[in-house]
């Protein structure tokens, strides 16, 4: 009907982001922290109020400014990832085939409790995403991707990735897939450009066979390199006060 409206509210932070329209879609530009949000809307019609209804939370917002740090010291951190269960076979009860919070796993040892850990399949390859939150970049701007990863097990496979969305086809690989076997804790570091300005994610896809075990990561830190085509930073600088006690300084460098 002609009169129909709906009026919409973002949540978490119940802001009022469509009043009185008619059409079936509205774009929310989401200028708020990143968190994880939802939306209500509900639909009016001569002044009578129509039943509410609720999307599913999506992980939305400003990027983080770099440098910055993500880790998983509380669930509200991993949360604010985004996990991609592609083959669809995670099984909550057993803690099989899907990225989990570390406390969340029922078989975590000794020093692995902060941080995000792929617990395996016993009857499917993984193939499995966890995406960072946003991070602010600018295009053709260089950034260094670090990251502690370590498994439980041996052949674990991952690829890495980085792209402008947090979902499977916003991904670009930045570190090929390769196979790894190390319990001990180890830093890895792949730099990359970004191809567009604004929110930038980077990703973990696991693609391990059946029955490999576990593959863990934590603290993913993001900062920015200088373009290996700028002229390098001077050197030998120094300050000298001018003669007699003019007010001045001399500076020389290489």
Same mark, same amino acid.
């Given at each position: 009907? @002609?009169?129909?409206?709906? /009026?919409?509210?973002?949540?978490?932070?119940?802001?009022?982001?469509? %009043? *009185?329209? $008619? &059409?079936?879609?509205?774009?929310?530009?989401?200028? @708020?922290?990143?968190?994880? /949000?939802?939306?209500?809307?509900?639909?009016?019609?001569?002044?009578? %109020? *129509?039943? $509410? &209804?609720?999307?599913?939370?999506?992980?939305?917002?400003?990027?983080?400014?770099?440098?910055?740090?993500?880790?998983?010291?509380?669930?509200?951190?991993?949360?604010?990832?985004?996990?991609?269960?592609?083959?669809?076979?995670?099984?909550?009860?057993?803690?099989?085939?899907?990225?989990?919070?570390?406390?969340?796993?029922?078989?975590?040892?000794?020093?692995?409790?902060?941080?995000?850990?792929?617990?395996?399949?016993?009857?499917?390859?993984?193939?499995?995403?966890?995406?960072?939150?946003?991070?602010?970049?600018?295009?053709?701007?260089?950034?260094?991707?670090?990251?502690?990863?370590?498994?439980?097990?041996?052949?674990?496979?991952?690829?890495?990735?980085?792209?402008?969305?947090?979902?499977?086809?916003?991904?670009?690989?930045?570190?090929?897939?390769?196979?790894?076997?190390?319990?001990?804790?180890?830093?890895?570091?792949?730099?990359?450009?970004?191809?567009?300005?604004?929110?930038?994610?980077?990703?973990?896809?696991?693609?391990?066979?059946?029955?490999?075990?576990?593959?863990?990561?934590?603290?993913?830190?993001?900062?920015?390199?200088?373009?290996?085509?700028?002229?390098?930073?001077?050197?030998?600088?120094?300050?000298?006060?001018?003669?007699?006690?003019?007010?001045?300084?001399?500076?020389?460098?290489?």
């Amino acid at each position: 009907p @002609a009169k129909l409206t709906v /009026y919409g509210v973002r949540m978490s932070d119940n802001v009022a982001v469509a %009043t *009185g329209i $008619s &059409a079936t879609e509205y774009t929310d530009a989401v200028d @708020a922290a990143t968190d994880n /949000y939802s939306y209500i809307v509900t639909p009016l019609c001569d002044g009578i %109020t *129509g039943l $509410s &209804a609720q999307t599913g939370s999506g992980v939305f917002g400003n990027g983080t400014s770099l440098p910055c740090k993500f880790s998983f010291d509380t669930k509200a951190e991993f949360n604010l990832f985004t996990v991609i269960d592609a083959n669809k076979d995670f099984d909550a009860q057993y803690n099989w085939g899907g990225w989990m919070y570390g406390p969340d796993f029922k078989y975590t040892n000794n020093g692995d409790d902060g941080c995000a850990i792929y617990g395996y399949s016993p009857d499917n390859a993984a193939d499995d995403w966890l995406i960072t939150p946003p991070f602010a970049v600018e295009a053709g701007k260089h950034y260094r991707l670090t990251y502690t990863m370590w498994t439980r097990g041996d052949n674990e496979r991952l690829t890495v990735t980085a792209g402008n969305r947090n979902t499977i086809e916003g991904q670009n690989v930045i570190t090929p897939t390769a196979t790894y076997n190390h319990k001990d804790k180890k830093d890895f570091v792949q730099e990359f450009s970004a191809t567009t300005s604004g929110n930038y994610y980077v990703g973990f896809h696991i693609t391990s066979d059946k029955k490999r075990y576990y593959l863990l990561i934590d603290d993913i830190r993001i900062d920015e390199v200088p373009d290996p085509s700028a002229p390098t930073a001077v050197t030998g600088l120094t300050a000298t006060a001018g003669a007699a006690g003019a007010m001045s300084a001399i500076n020389s460098f290489n």
